[in-house]
């Protein structure tokens, strides 16, 4: 005998949801452990609105910083790559130097945040010529309206690069040929609505780097030719003078300092320069004007990326702490990047006698590594 049994309908239908309930929350899990966690490109649009929304007031600082003045800064690679975790975000301040360490590091995604808005033209001129140029040598000849040498390898080395350079003549044609590729590149393709004042400065910096070439060195240029959108504080800002400071060939053919010196400059191989091309032609690299004793930008780049749950590896802050001192905005400062998503791996990297508050000359070159969580934890609100 077959006995049937009759199931309660709202029992039946309460398994039913039950059963549709698990089924939607596994779907969910396995989508939101399938979303990756940083973007693996932003749009044109993505990219000029997260510049613009991120960023403050345009400030001053005493120069311009078209480039560095560190020329030791390679030495602290060697060891933070054995504590910086991979896949994560760069953040740095200022020009070149942060591609080198972007180049060693090879992050997700990167912001470069500087109180002048000058900073920001300078990383846009960069960006058209990174995505413009296919190898090393097209980018060093539009930087500094240089001939190409004909007989450069591409695996030559960043020593033999510079030395093939400095047998070509600088050119005006190249300058403003590349001028104007740069502006309608940006402008045009990329579609960002650059302001007369971002073309001025896109101008004035590409100027200086053909003006002086390769030897541009860090108070080469007069800032009382600067445009305002530079931002040099026109009351204690460098007047160019006489040399006292490295070049940029200097910068890009120093080694990280090790037994074996290990070049690591963005120019030292194709291998640095293609990582520095793919991240720029993906909008993953970002300028933002800020202050780091701020209200707003460092804290809006630490919403964004928990918004996306990323992770900030490494903080380069050359000597801006000094800075931050003097005008009373340390803890401040401290304050706004314990708001970043960061653990005991992340890293600060900075420059002085004295962890970044010391002077500058000689003590430039004395750069060292920062535990980020332990030093801004006692901050965090």
């Given at each position: 005998m077959v006995v049937s049994r009759v199931m309660n309908p709202t029992y039946s239908r309460r398994l039913r949801l039950l059963a549709l309930a698990v089924l939607l929350t596994t779907c969910s899990i396995v989508v939101t452990a399938a979303a990756p966690p940083i973007p693996t490109h932003l749009t044109d649009e993505e990219f000029w609105r997260l510049s613009t929304s991120l960023s403050e007031t345009d400030g001053t600082f005493r120069s311009d910083?078209?480039?560095?003045?560190?020329?030791?800064?390679?030495?602290?690679?060697?060891?933070?790559?054995?504590?910086?975790?991979?896949?994560?975000?760069?953040?740095?301040?200022?020009?070149?130097?942060?591609?080198s360490y972007i180049a060693a590091l090879k992050p997700s995604m990167a912001f470069i945040v500087d109180i002048r808005h000058g900073n920001l033209d300078v990383h846009l001129l960069y960006k058209a010529l990174f995505e413009m140029s296919a190898n090393r040598a097209e980018f060093v000849s539009r930087l500094f309206?240089?001939?190409?040498?004909?007989?450069?390898?591409?695996?030559?080395?960043?020593?033999?690069?510079?030395?093939?350079?400095?047998?070509?003549?600088?050119?005006?044609?190249i300058y403003e040929s590349t001028l104007k590729a740069v502006i309608d590149h940006l402008k045009t393709k990329r579609k960002f609505p650059l302001s007369a004042g971002d073309e001025d400065g896109i101008k004035w910096a590409l100027g200086n780097y053909f003006s002086f070439?390769?030897?541009?060195?860090?108070?080469?240029?007069?800032?009382?030719?600067?445009?305002?959108?530079?931002?040099?504080?026109?009351?204690?800002?460098?007047?160019?003078?006489?040399?006292?400071?490295?070049?940029?060939?200097?910068?890009?053919?120093?080694?990280?300092?090790s037994t074996i010196a290990v070049e690591r400059s963005y120019l030292a191989s194709e291998e640095n320069f293609m990582i520095l091309k793919e991240l720029h032609s993906k909008n993953l690299i970002v300028p933002v004007v800020g202050d780091f004793g701020g209200p707003k930008a460092?804290?809006?780049?630490?919403?964004?990326?928990?918004?996306i749950g990323a992770m900030v590896s490494t903080f380069y802050l050359s000597n801006v702490e000094q800075y931050l001192s003097m005008d009373g905005k340390l803890e401040v400062f401290y304050s706004n990047v314990a708001t970043l998503p960061i653990d005991d791996s992340s890293r600060f990297i900075s420059t002085g006698s004295n962890g970044g508050l010391g002077g500058g000359g000689g003590s430039m070159n004395n750069s060292r590594l920062r535990n980020m969580f332990v030093e801004t934890q006692p901050y965090a609100k």
């Open positions: 910083n078209l480039l560095s003045n560190e020329l030791n800064f390679q030495y602290v690679i060697p060891d933070l790559l054995k504590v910086a975790q991979p896949g994560r975000v760069y953040m740095g301040v200022g020009p070149e130097q942060n591609f309206a240089l001939k190409q040498p004909t007989d450069l390898s591409p695996t030559a080395s960043a020593a033999q690069l510079f030395t093939a350079f400095a047998r070509q003549e600088s050119s005006r044609e070439g390769p030897d541009i060195y860090y108070n080469a240029s007069d800032p009382s030719f600067a445009p305002r959108i530079v931002g040099i504080d026109q009351q204690t800002g460098r007047r160019g003078g006489g040399r006292n400071s490295v070049s940029y060939s200097d910068l890009m053919t120093a080694d990280d300092g460092i804290r809006e780049v630490g919403k964004y990326l928990k918004g």
